[in-house]
């Protein structure tokens, strides 16, 4: 069973930078698309970014492209989510999910999420 462990998230100042971690146990991450979301007070959870198992698709809500990057790292088990240019609205609960789509690598980005982190609180605020 795939587990996964949020880290990375704190407080910082607008224009600051975070860099959110999604580490995998249990299973390869490799074989899974993975998602991360983000969940504010009073509002719904959102959709931030995602990419695919084979790492050649990846989307970003528009309320963050071209601050925010997805990446992954097969040697640390990991996708990560690089956050610059922060800004107050950011503020969450961030999420990261998974799900398998096999060991050939699929292109795309899972439509539902079958695992689920714990989730990292980000604070936007001077």
């Known amino acids: 069973q795939l587990q996964l462990v949020e880290s990375g998230g704190g407080s910082v100042q607008p224009g600051g930078s975070l860099r959110l971690g999604c580490v995998g146990s249990?299973?390869?991450?490799?074989?899974?698309?993975v998602g991360w979301f983000r969940q504010a007070p009073g509002k719904e959870r959102e959709g931030v970014s995602c990419v695919s198992s084979s790492g050649d698709v990846i989307h970003y809500a528009d309320s963050v492209r071209g601050r925010f990057t997805i990446s992954r790292d097969s040697a640390t088990n990991a996708v990560y989510l690089q956050m610059s240019s922060l800004k107050p609205e950011d503020t969450a609960v961030y999420s990261c999910a998974a799900t398998y789509l096999g060991v050939n690598g699929d292109h795309y980005c899972p439509p539902t999420y079958d695992h689920w982190g714990q989730g990292t609180q980000v604070t936007v605020s001077s």
């Open positions: 249990g299973r390869t991450l490799a074989y899974y698309g």
